[in-house]
């Protein structure tokens, strides 16, 4: 390609709104713009990148008996309201009306439309298990779109759908989705994680989320420093290796704590570390009330403590609610004295603490020496507080360590659920109608090109890994007024594009200076300056990321290049 007969508009200046890396290169090095907030173009050097990033995700969708279809964007509402989801979904799904007044969504995911079209075209076990999956634009009006590409409204998506009989068959076919996703962040050039991961929503069984490791990432991974141990941090267990203290129970006793709320606040009220104190919070678990402790210097993890409950919904009582039910607001709470119908639960590491204080119901008042066994009613241990860095990891080996992650895919053993609502059942070997199940598979398309961004760049700009770059080399010529450097120039283009190398040819009448400026900022793996030796036939060749410069004749030139 010509540079002279395309569009790359680079900027000089990092864009006010962009905050991170991957946003400000995108954005300078004339990869995309912004239409309005969350809603991109992608200008030609991006659309480059987003056709290779596809490529090797329908390649690797083919190896294990992926079928490309592709599903509308428009949605009958309908479906929606056959799976309840409707109702369920808030602002973030878009939905719009035709012109008859019919209500129609913009997919968001495409679970509904994938399992309506298995209901009535799949009719018997034979043709199972089957996978499809689409590489397709996805709407979600995310109420705070952020970071360009990686938090966008309208974005590129991979989504695919098994359908199976069995489990076993479910399993299979999710093991080898994440085989396939593991090959595909590799041949792009990503360190990632796949890490065990929380449903959400989706319910269904088992999930893993595939994270490339990033400063910039929403999400934290706890690993473990000597196996290959990764959980979403939502989900990380606590190894449970918790014996009961041996020191002597002292007596329990009131003691008043004017004003002391916070567990810092009491803890240096009454003399002791943080974690000699017990955390009591209340909270309200679907429509029932339950009472959670947890030791003074952990935090608890609401998505384990709806595991624990099977519930779907769980939220922080109000203070008006913890004054009705235990008769003191959050400052003071405590388990010691609850009435039976108030469900009480301790994380692990209560199992082993000993002569501890927490709230005694009364505003302004707390016990000392308390002893769970000896002064707490019916009470449970669970495993509900977050992990913490340095905790034992929980397969017994090594110890926990945190990291940041950007979610590129997830795949969920998703279950019957839809194929329930939807009705999409066949008949098995015995005759007999079988309600499907199914697994569902994604991976953030647009958003993976700008996590390769976040790990492949430097000052300069971008660092494109040679896979996955627009273009394998970039031709520049330093002056485009001098005619011996321009026939050389015309001269290589044809030449290295006649060994099959995509180049960038920098043909335009530009200052030098700009040429290589923008070319850091592009970020090709390889750079090939026409300058003042052009003449001698010599040109110089710099690789992008060791930023080394060699000059060579034509001919070394066209060996090196059937190497990269
Ligand atoms: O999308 C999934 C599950 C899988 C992920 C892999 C590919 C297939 N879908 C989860 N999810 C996330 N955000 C959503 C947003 C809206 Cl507004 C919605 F209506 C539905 C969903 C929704 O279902
Ligand atoms: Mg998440
Ligand atoms: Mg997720």
Not at 97 to 123: A, C, M, Q, W, Y
Not at 167 to 185: N, P, T, V
Request: net charge negative; aromatic share 8%.
């Amino acid at each position: 390609m010509k540079q002279s007969q395309t569009l790359i508009p680079t900027l000089k200046e990092i864009p006010a709104d962009a905050d991170v890396t991957s946003h400000q290169l995108l954005l300078r090095a004339g990869f995309i713009r912004q239409n309005f907030s969350g809603v991109y173009t992608f200008l030609p050097l991006g659309k480059k990148v987003l056709n290779i990033v596809e490529k090797v995700v329908r390649e690797e969708m083919d190896a294990i008996g992926g079928n490309e279809v592709l599903m509308p964007a428009l949605q009958s509402a309908d479906l929606w309201r056959e799976s309840g989801r409707w109702d369920k979904m808030g602002p973030e799904l878009m939905r719009l009306n035709d012109r008859h007044e019919r209500e129609f969504v913009l997919g968001p995911t495409h679970e509904e439309v994938v399992t309506s079209i298995v209901r009535d075209e799949v009719k018997s076990y034979k043709q199972l298990p089957l996978t499809v999956y689409q590489i397709q634009t996805k709407f979600r009006d995310e109420r705070r779109p952020r970071f360009g590409l990686l938090r966008g409204r309208e974005f590129i998506m991979k989504d695919a759908y098994s359908f199976h009989l069995t489990d076993e068959s479910l399993d299979a076919s999710y093991q080898a989705m994440y085989d396939a996703y593991s090959r595909i962040f590799t041949r792009l050039g990503l360190n990632f994680r796949a890490v065990i991961a929380d449903s959400g929503a989706m319910g269904g069984k088992d999930t893993h989320e595939f994270m490339a490791l990033s400063k910039v990432g929403e999400d934290t991974i706890a690993y473990s420093t000597a196996s290959d141990y990764a959980a979403n941090i939502e989900m990380a267990e606590v190894y449970d290796n918790y014996s009961p203290s041996t020191e002597t129970l002292k007596e329990l006793e009131k003691v008043s704590t004017p004003n002391k709320k916070t567990m810092q606040e009491v803890a240096d009220f009454l003399g002791h570390p943080i974690d000699k104190g017990l955390k009591t919070l209340l909270f309200k678990a679907d429509e029932s009330f339950v009472l959670v402790v947890t030791r003074g210097d952990h935090e608890v993890n609401e998505i384990k403590l709806k595991h624990v409950l099977h519930v779907e919904n769980i939220e922080l009582a109000t203070d008006e609610a913890a004054r009705e039910l235990l008769g003191a607001d959050f400052g003071s709470l405590g388990p010691i004295g609850v009435s039976e119908d108030v469900q009480v639960i301790c994380d692990l590491a209560v199992k082993a603490v000993a002569n501890v204080t927490c709230g005694a119901n009364e505003d302004g008042f707390h016990y000392v020496n308390v002893n769970p066994s000896r002064d707490f009613g019916e009470f449970t241990y669970e495993d509900i507080r977050f992990i913490q860095e340095g905790d034992l990891s929980p397969d017994g080996k090594g110890t926990i360590k945190f990291a940041e992650g950007i979610e590129i895919g997830q795949v969920f053993k998703l279950g019957k659920f839809y194929a329930n609502q939807l009705g999409a059942e066949v008949l098995n070997d015995q005759g007999r109608a079988e309600t499907l199940t199914m697994g569902c598979y994604g991976i953030g398309v647009s958003r993976t090109l700008a996590a390769i961004v976040e790990q492949h760049h430097d000052d300069a700009g971008i660092v494109w890994p040679k896979q996955v770059a627009p273009f394998a080399l970039h031709l520049i010529v330093v002056n485009s007024k001098n005619d011996e450097q321009v026939a050389l120039g015309n001269a290589l283009y044809e030449q290295l594009q006649a060994a099959g190398i995509e180049v960038l040819y920098d043909d335009r009448k530009e200052r030098a200076g700009v040429k290589f400026a923008e070319s850091d900022l592009i970020g090709l793996p390889v750079r090939v300056t026409v300058g003042k030796k052009a003449s001698e036939g010599i040109i110089e060749l710099k690789e992008r990321k060791s930023e080394e410069k060699e000059e060579m004749t034509i001919d070394a030139l066209m060996a090196y290049v059937k190497t990269i």
